[in-house]
């Protein structure tokens, strides 16, 4: 019994932190390792240990003995009986099952099981995973063959059942593409990878035999997509790179060609305008699961094979949709990269991702990267508003999601966003919100300019490199803007409105804010909420992804003003 610790740790895992103790902020930043937060009610934070987030912190190089430790050295009144051998057990069935190749056989693999005991387990799990008579051979009882072609669908199987697969099978070079990065950039700056960009491209390459799948994790601003070129420059080799939206396929092309020496007739634009497949493509995920009817296949998914691609990088990959899944399954010995901010899913396919795309590989906590300059200092407010009376008696009235959306479309938010402009007036502010008419209604009464999802393509770049360049210091923009757009210059963020409890899209919208301020000042996110409301309710759900990376949000309510 440790009566100082900062945590209680309970039998089914769940892990209570306590807010006020001295220990507290070293105590999230262990647990971030190997727990999710859950939920942050006044005086203790939940986390939750499961063995996806075991398994993903045994992948970062994390041991049963060294999570046990640290526990034990938090916990108040020490670890329940049990607690150890569940933790001991999810850690160590990572790397009890190996994939390797067939020597001389390619159209073969081979599953080795490592354990400990459970003779006969190789026998139940290929019976489980309903394979064809015919198709497997289980040489003794720790070995395996099955299909190659059957790699995807074994590991995504095996991860549901409690087994995540160490795949050592290999990967091909596909068709070689000698490039390398610019010393300096067309404005003169000497360009060269950050320390972190450089321990994650490492962390993904691995060894030379066997690096080359799994997720890297970076807050936005903190550089993903250098990342992605350092993988391509690392294994030289054609790169078909997913994205998710045709702002982001341009800002890829970009990067692109400002940053490495590939000329421009070698880099390609597949999407609704442009159909290019070249030795480096760029899409997106819409274009790939478009389809005219719900009983055709999907056209565009073709574009996995349409040349020898040594690298597949997954841009926003807490996005990837089913249909994209099923295609990875497909492809397995092509080297896959995630990048993304959060591994949150809001459809709780995180299991899909670390099984189909690879385990995390490297990430950094966000307050980190701030304390080193990487990105901006953030300052998070809620600012909980009433709502004028009839509004109030609608909502009383109202039921389910009509309750949430009349809460988010409180007209008396429009007053306070004048408000918090005037505070910040000189700085890029982004309006960011949910509901179509809320935005426009806004933009309406301030003047200013509003980017949605029918806003036409060429209009949304317009309008958004005039708010890079200074031109227009206000923008509304709604949900088209929560992923992969590059605006540099954005200080702060006024959130109107969100989708239900989404902690992934939380850690988006503050994205848009995180890059480093010329003048090196901070960045202010705010979130105006209606008081006493479901809004309110799921508002604090959704804050949970950043309170857990190290941010407060700070709450003010109307009554108490918010000045300029």
């Given at each position: 019994m440790n009566e100082t610790?900062?945590?209680?740790?309970?039998?089914?895992?769940?892990?209570?932190?306590?807010?006020?103790?001295?220990?507290?902020?070293?105590?999230?930043?262990?647990?971030?390792?190997?727990?999710?937060?859950?939920?942050?009610?006044?005086?203790?934070?939940?986390?939750?240990?499961?063995?996806?987030?075991?398994?993903?912190?045994?992948?970062?190089?994390?041991?049963?003995?060294?999570?046990?430790?640290?526990?034990?050295?938090?916990?108040?009144?020490?670890?329940?009986?049990?607690?150890?051998?569940?933790?001991?057990?999810?850690?160590?069935?990572y790397g009890q099952f190996k994939l390797r190749p067939v020597p001389g056989e390619p159209e073969q693999l081979e599953l080795e099981y490592n354990g400990a005991g459970e003779f006969g387990l190789l026998e139940r799990v290929a019976a489980q995973l309903v394979l064809p008579a015919g198709t497997w051979n289980l040489t003794d009882e720790r070995h395996l063959r099955l299909p190659a072609s059957k790699?995807?669908?074994?590991?995504?199987?095996?991860?549901?059942?409690?087994?995540?697969?160490?795949?050592?099978?290999?990967?091909?070079?596909?068709?070689?593409?000698?490039?390398?990065?610019?010393?300096e950039l067309a404005e003169g700056r000497p360009f060269r990878l950050r320390p972190y960009q450089q321990e994650a491209v490492s962390a993904f390459a691995g060894k030379a035999d066997d690096g080359g799948s799994g997720v890297v994790v970076l807050p936005c601003g903190a550089g993903k997509t250098v990342v992605g070129l350092a993988a391509m420059e690392q294994f030289q080799c054609e790169t078909l790179i997913l994205t998710s939206n045709v702002t982001s396929v341009r800002q890829w092309i970009s990067e692109l060609t400002s940053k490495t020496t590939l000329p421009a007739e070698a880099i390609g634009e597949y999407s609704g305008e442009k159909k290019q497949v070249k030795p480096v493509t760029v899409s997106t995920y819409q274009i790939l699961t478009h389809r005219t009817r719900k009983e055709e296949g999907f056209k565009h998914m073709s574009l996995f094979n349409e040349r020898d691609w040594g690298l597949i990088i997954y841009d926003e990959v807490h996005l990837l949709p089913a249909p994209i899944f099923r295609a990875t399954a497909d492809i397995q010995a092509t080297r896959r990269l995630g990048l993304t901010a959060t591994l949150i899913r809001e459809d709780g396919c995180e299991r899909d991702v670390f099984s189909l795309i690879g385990p995390k590989r490297y990430d950094v906590p966000w307050r980190t990267l701030e304390e080193s300059g990487f990105i901006a200092q953030v300052d998070c407010q809620e600012i909980r508003v009433s709502m004028p009376e009839p509004h109030l008696d609608r909502y009383v009235m109202a039921e389910g999601r009509e309750k949430f959306r009349i809460a988010a479309e409180n007209p008396y938010k429009n007053e306070i966003v004048r408000r918090l402009l005037d505070?910040?007036?000189?700085?890029?502010?982004?309006?960011?919100?949910?509901?179509?008419?809320?935005?426009q209604s806004i933009a309406r009464d301030l003047q200013v300019p509003l980017i949605t999802g029918s806003t036409p393509q060429a209009e949304r770049g317009r309008l958004f490199q005039a708010f890079r360049e200074g031109e227009l210091p206000v923008l509304a923009v709604s949900k088209v803007a929560n992923f992969a757009v590059d605006l540099p210059d954005a200080s702060v963020a006024i959130q109107i409105s969100g989708s239900f409890g989404s902690r992934q899209e939380e850690a988006q919208r503050l994205g848009r804010i995180l890059r480093p301020k010329r003048d090196g000042g901070r960045a202010y996110f705010y979130t105006i909420v209606s008081e006493n409301t479901r809004e309110q309710e799921f508002a604090l759900r959704r804050q949970l992804f950043l309170l857990e990376q190290g941010y407060e949000y700070a709450v003010q309510r109307e009554s108490e003003g918010v000045e300029a």
């Open positions: 610790g900062a945590c209680i740790v309970q039998r089914d895992l769940t892990v209570l932190l306590e807010k006020e103790h001295p220990g507290f902020e070293t105590a999230r930043e262990q647990l971030s390792h190997y727990a999710e937060l859950v939920k942050s009610p006044a005086y203790y934070h939940t986390y939750r240990i499961t063995p996806l987030t075991l398994w993903h912190a045994a992948s970062c190089g994390f041991t049963a003995d060294g999570v046990l430790e640290e526990l034990t050295s938090m916990a108040r009144y020490g670890l329940p009986s049990g607690a150890a051998e569940d933790i001991r057990r999810w850690i160590d069935r790699r995807g669908y074994l590991k995504q199987e095996l991860a549901r059942l409690g087994y995540p697969v160490l795949d050592e099978a290999g990967y091909h070079q596909g068709r070689t593409l000698e490039f390398a990065f610019r010393q505070r910040h007036r000189g700085r890029q502010v982004l309006i960011i919100g949910q509901y179509l008419d809320q935005l």
